[in-house]
Antibody, heavy 119, light 110 residues
């Protein structure tokens, strides 16, 4: 059974940092690109970042709204993806989902972790 | 970058058919695959259509996807509507290392 489990969310003040983790099982993690998608309260889905598999260079891409502030990474030995979020803003408040990327679509999704940025 | 525009909501009775449109603002709808995701209240999204018209295993054939180059749009059709189909539906495509989601459509089963 495929599982993606996010953790690391919580309440954080504007300007501070937070690191999210996405532990996976049930599929060959190293063969997949991985992504983070967020959903602000009562709003739609917004892609945040993805990281290619090592076969394709392991390079990241970011949405314009987070570029320069967020860093996506992966540890294939731990089957885990990460999202380092720096200089957080109130508009970053959202549920953050990780998802596997077999191609140009999001395949399996985690249950999400809530990040609240507020003073 | 382009945008994907969806109707805010659609509603229909059980057993009927609904079609949700997803119109691409610039660039050809056919240039990159379109996907559709279902999100029930309080749950994570799940894929119902990928690569324009492919159904993941476990998704009933009541769900179908298509693209129309003349209107530069994609469509998700749900036939034989069931109460369990009540959810938000999002289209998604890809261009130049950017993933774009539509604004979402709330499907209400009357």
């Amino acid at each position: 059974e495929v599982q993606l489990v996010e953790s690391g969310g919580g309440l954080v003040q504007p300007g501070r940092s937070l690191r999210l983790s996405c532990r996976t099982s049930g599929f060959t993690f190293g063969d997949y690109a991985m992504s983070w998608v967020r959903q602000a309260p009562g709003k739609g889905l917004e892609w945040v970042a993805f990281i290619r598999s090592k076969f394709y260079g392991g390079t990241p891409e970011y949405a314009a709204s987070v570029k320069g502030r967020f860093i996506i990474s992966r540890d294939d030995s731990e089957n885990t993806a990460y999202l380092q979020m720096n200089s957080l803003r109130t508009e970053d408040t959202a549920v953050y989902y990780c998802a596997s990327l077999p191609g140009y679509y999001f395949d399996y999704w985690g249950q999400g972790t809530l990040v609240t940025v507020s003073s | 970058n382009f945008m994907l525009t969806q109707p805010h909501s659609v509603s229909e009775s059980p057993g009927k058919t609904v079609t949700i449109s997803c119109t691409r603002s610039s660039g050809s709808i056919a240039s990159n695959y379109v996907q559709w995701y279902q999100q029930r209240p309080g749950s994570s999204p799940t894929t119902v259509i990928y690569e324009d018209n492919q159904r993941p295993s476990g998704v009933p054939d009541r769900f179908s996807g298509s693209i129309d180059s003349s209107s530069n749009s994609a469509s998700l059709t749900i036939s034989g509507l069931k109460t369990e189909d009540e959810a938000d539906y999002y289209c998604q495509s890809f261009d130049s290392s950017n993933y774009v989601f539509g604004s979402g459509t709330k499907v209400t089963v009357l």
